[in-house]
C-alpha cells in the first residue's frame, strides 16, 4: 500500500450513575418514553443544572485510569446548536479547561506493546433520541424521547496514533475493558452506552504532516468502526490516486 491511515478516534461512554448530570432524574436505559424528565433536563427557563458528585467521581477514576491529568480547576461551556432532540438549543460540555488531559490506552497488537495517546476526556451531558418510522409511509412524524437528555457521558478523544482499523479495533476493546473494569460505564454498545466517531486521513507513506480528515459519526459496534474505516481508506485512496 502506497498510503498510510491515520486516525483518532472520540468515543462518549454513558456513566453509570443513578440519576443524571444536573437534576435528580433517573438515569437508567429502558423506561418508557419521556417518563424520566424534569424542568431541568428538558431546558424549560428557569431552570438551574447542579452537577451530580458522582459524574465527577467517575470521570476522575477514568482519567486516572489512563495515566492521565486531572485538572484542579475545569469548567463547562454551551455548545450551541438546533436539533429537535436538544430542547435548550445547546449542550453543556467541556471546552477549553476539560476535567482530563493526556494518558494513554495501551495494548498488545501481535504481541507487541502498542500505547495510543489521549488528548482530553471531558464531561458532557447527552441529548435526547430521535426516531424516524420507517414503515410508516402515511405517518410522516419523527419521535423524541427525552429520556436520555442529560444523561451524563464522558468524551475520550484520542490523538491520531492510530494507524489501521484493526488498531481502532484494539483500540476499543481495551477502552471498552477499562470502562468495564472500573464500573463506570455498561460498555453496552447496541444500548448506545458506548458510541465512536472516527477521525481518519490518508498520507504517502513517508510524508510526516497529516491528510484532510473525515469523520464517521455515531457508530455503535466496534466491527462497524473496523468496517467504516477500511470503507473510508479505500475511498481516500481512490480520490488522491485521482487528484482529488
Ligand atoms: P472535533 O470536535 O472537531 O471533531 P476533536 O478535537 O474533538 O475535534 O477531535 C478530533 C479528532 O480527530 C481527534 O481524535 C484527533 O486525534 C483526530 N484527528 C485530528 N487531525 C486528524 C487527521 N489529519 N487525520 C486523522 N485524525 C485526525
Ligand atoms: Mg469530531
Ligand atoms: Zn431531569
Keep these: 500500500m502506497k498510503y498510510e491511515p491515520v486516525i483518532g478516534l472520540e468515543v462518549h461512554a454513558q456513566l453509570l450513575t443513578d440519576t443524571k448530570i444536573f437534576c435528580g432524574c433517573r438515569a437508567a436505559y429502558g423506561a418508557a418514553?419521556?417518563?424520566?424528565?424534569?424542568?431541568?433536563?428538558?431546558?424549560?427557563?428557569?431552570?438551574?443544572?447542579?452537577?451530580?458528585?458522582?459524574?465527577?467521581?467517575?470521570?476522575?477514576?477514568?482519567?486516572?485510569?489512563?495515566?492521565?491529568?486531572?485538572?484542579?480547576?475545569?469548567?463547562?461551556?454551551?455548545?450551541?446548536?438546533?436539533?429537535?432532540?436538544?430542547?435548550?438549543?445547546?449542550?453543556?460540555?467541556?471546552?477549553?479547561?476539560?476535567?482530563?488531559?493526556?494518558?494513554?490506552?495501551?495494548?498488545?497488537?501481535?504481541?507487541?506493546?502498542?500505547?495510543?495517546?489521549?488528548?482530553?476526556?471531558?464531561?458532557?451531558?447527552?441529548?435526547?433520541?430521535?426516531?424516524?418510522?420507517?414503515?410508516?409511509?402515511?405517518?410522516?412524524?419523527?419521535?423524541v424521547d427525552m429520556n436520555r437528555c442529560g444523561v451524563p457521558l464522558i468524551e475520550i478523544v484520542s490523538k491520531p496514533d492510530i494507524r489501521s482499523p484493526k488498531q481502532a479495533g484494539l483500540y476499543l476493546t481495551r477502552l471498552r475493558q477499562t470502562l468495564e473494569y472500573l464500573d463506570v460505564c455498561t460498555g453496552n454498545m447496541e444500548e448506545g452506552a458506548l458510541r465512536c466517531d472516527a477521525n481518519v486521513s490518508i498520507r504517502p507513506i513517508g510524508q510526516t504532516t497529516f491528510g484532510t480528515r473525515t469523520e464517521v459519526k455515531n457508530m455503535n459496534s466496534i466491527r462497524g468502526v473496523e468496517r467504516g474505516l477500511a470503507y473510508e481508506i479505500e475511498r481516500q485512496s481512490k480520490l488522491v490516486e485521482s487528484g482529488g
Design 33 to 143: 418514553p419521556n417518563t424520566q424528565t424534569c424542568p431541568v433536563c428538558l431546558g424549560l427557563p428557569g431552570a438551574l443544572p447542579v452537577l451530580n458528585r458522582r459524574a465527577v467521581d467517575f470521570a476522575v477514576r477514568m482519567i486516572l485510569a489512563v495515566g492521565g491529568r486531572v485538572n484542579r480547576e475545569s469548567i463547562f461551556a454551551r455548545k450551541n446548536y438546533f436539533y429537535p432532540d436538544l430542547p435548550k438549543g445547546y449542550q453543556i460540555s467541556q471546552f477549553d479547561r476539560p476535567i482530563g488531559e493526556d494518558g494513554a490506552i495501551t495494548f498488545l497488537e501481535d504481541g507487541s506493546e502498542c500505547s495510543i495517546g489521549l488528548i482530553r476526556i471531558h464531561l458532557e451531558e447527552d441529548a435526547g433520541k430521535s426516531f424516524h418510522p420507517e414503515n410508516a409511509l402515511d405517518d410522516e412524524a419523527s419521535w
